[in-house]
């Protein structure tokens, strides 16, 4: 097979970056970029005929010769305050176009035992903190995406808690794409490394503030330790012509817990992977997500959760909402290793569609090796409940009036769980204008 | 935990009970595939010509199929296709006009086996047509079927009398290039069972029929076809078991259903083949193919099956709702021991408005037994109103073994329903105790709760049925639990 324009280009790219790409003379470094260069040459762009992208096909990505990210552009702050202002005052890194842009950032006075940095400066002026973690969670070797990610990531966040360490605040990270012609791709990769019994709150924000065609493509890495607190806030508003491909990879020890709430609400085609390994005792994680689409959009959500040590927990609720001709495709796999006994898993994923010509592929799926487990999982593809319909009618209340609540009633059992109030009005605010078919209030 | 371990090992020392090798002059062609051997079967059973042409279309089509499927969740030793020989007869000197002029042995088997023809004719009114390796023997209540103008018979029989009812519908819901081993079965089929039950006609009776395997190396390719015809209903039960054999043997059928408007077909299994000894050496390799069409509208066919046997089960009995207020139904209970394994589920394609489907799987891994549900519900854009509910429930008995579930959910219709529910886990410690606590030993009360466990599908099976699935499925687990 030969490559298709897209991989030709981020081939070339890596060998015309290759020596500017950060953290370049790192011999570990450049190893590990060069073998994921090449596992991304072996896998080239998935196509429909994987079983992982049996739903999702990139053919006009795969068609689509990306020019890398050449970095920052001048934006004013007033160009995201609107983004900002949901989170408030909080430590903040803004990256634009694949670049750090400190003028935008403001990490103020942090707790002590927290560092945040952005990756590339961390990896110039201390990469032994580093190289111990980059790529152990994520998959390099057979993703192709990752690969791709591993080997010509620009830059994104370094976040370190010391043991005991607490962020109370949340920390924002904003990632801007000023998406024009010719298409960009940035590759962004954020490592999050949590010693034991520390806490964060984390924001991972992406938007587009044009409407030109650009591809992100972000890999998250989170080490949780012992007994470690972590949540997790991925919020999705691309613009609607770009491309979002992003990973969350995370390995939990003993004790820790992970929340992390994924709103996909904006880009053309979007997919999510989540990777979560339970790796100790009482280790436990939650996973919530909403996806709203319409029009031609494409939204793909594929978690993973490995329990892979006795008395894991995990909780999983996705919803969407679908809408015009749009696609949805849910993938929900728990995995329970042979010995990880007292093992109690639940996932859920609940969708609506809205339309005659909207569409749904969802597959939850269950593996299990151990015989001491309580594993359940539940999916329903429906429309609005005619009885509840009927109820809000006989109050006096008209059939749109009373879609358009239940339908909000149906999204907020997710919003409703983000833990940041202001980001909360802000999102339910954002489903109820994408509801009366605004473009949302961004 | 001591008690339980013993358990296990008395259950895993449990010797099939069906195994025997009943030894009769065979008829067989020479190991090996190819144009020749379809030729040659073709001739031996008097063949028309399309079927011929039908079976080498086939061939080729599985000639440039190039690998076995790999999808699934089994995992067995590649398949030497050229190795099997792909006809066997028992020897028929002459037309046989009444049991006495059986081969003696061959209804000895049959004894063993517990199916005794002439007591099943008088007294369970159960029209038997017991299948010995690939040819039809015996075909019993004929008459009284035949006054209904309902055509039960071996395939090969139908293929002579009535050819234009098999040519219509071969081949009309499993394509003769369906998949690997539905084409393979295409090419060679020996054999199988073929059921027209005509306008208005409700079948009075059960219709059943026996498969076995019986020579060693011989993969047997059963073909069934059953059609129900506008507002009739028959019901069909299929059981099976099979001699012990080092070498694995490969059972590739294919059934097809066919109902017109208001038609009604159940179809019934219980399969206990031999699943292998304790270290997962021998047992059978049951790839079926079976599928079922709702082509009129208001038609409904409800698969039911209890798979404890062979040692790889991989089948999806499938319903394709092509009728507007078209029913599919597929209830299933599959138990997995020692070193079994089992990929089993159901597709249901929801092409008519107002289509149903409900689907309830209940899963039993044990030892090392490796257990998957797959499904696919899909419903397309044209079906209005579908309703789909699925159930699986898996339950887990030892550390050792697996239970998966692989279900697909594809939805192109707003105003469709579809629910997926799924739960794995073990025995209820609680519910144990409260039997114990009653008196009830550990033995009996897992028993207990694991026919309650399953009794959602039991009851769906036919009477003489629910009682030998329910001693089967108790047998199968006897004291595997701690």
New interface residues.
Partial sequence: MTAGPAESAFLEHFAALEAGLPGHGLPWLEDLRREASASFRELGIPTTRL?DWRFTPLTTLAKTPFQPAQGAREISPAAIESHTRVIGSAPRVVFVNGAHVPALSSVGELPPGVCISSLASALAREPERIEPHLSRCADHKTRAFTALNTALASDGLFLELAPGAVLAEPLHVLFVQTGEDPPIAAHLRNLVVAGPGSRALLVEHYIGSAQGVYLTNAVTEIIAGRDSRLEHIKLQQESENAYHIAGLSARQEAGSQITSHSLSLGGRLMRFDIQIMLGGEHAHCTLNGLYLARSTQHVDHHTTIDHAMPHTTSRELYKGILDGSAKGVFHGRIHVR??A?KTNAHQSNR?L???????????????????????????????LDEDALFYLRTRGIDLEAARSLLTFAFASDVTGLLPIEPLRESMESFVRDWLSGGQGTR | MSSASQDIESLANRDYAYGFVTDIEQDSLPPGLSEEVIRSIAAKKNEPDWLLAWRLKAYRGWTKMTDVPRWSKVHYPPIDFQAISYFSAPKQKEELKSLDEVDPELLRTFDKLGIPLEEQKTLTGVAVDAIFDSVSVATTCKEKLSELGIIFCSFSEAVQKHPDLVQHYLGSVVPAGDNFYAALNSAVFTDGSFVYVPKGVRCPMELSTYFRINAANTGQFERTLIIADAGAYVSYLEGCTAPMRDENQLHAAVVELITLDDAEIKYSTVQNWYPGNKEGKGGIYNFVTKRGKCKGDRSKISWTQVETGSAITWKYPSCILQGDYSVGEFYSVAVTNNWQQADTGTKMIHLGKNTRSTIISKGISAGHGEQSYRGLVQIRPRATNARNYTQCDSLLIGDRCGAHTFPYIEVKNASSIVEHEATTSKISDDQLFYCQQRGIDTEDAISMLVNGFCKQVFRELPMEFAVEASKLLSVSLEGSIG
């Fill in positions: 079983e042979p010995d006994q969708n569609l809205l339309s005659e010509s909207a569409a749904i592929n969802s597959k939850p799926q269950l593996e299990i090796y151990a015989d001491d487990v309580r594993c359940t999982h539940g999916a329903a593809i429906g429309r």
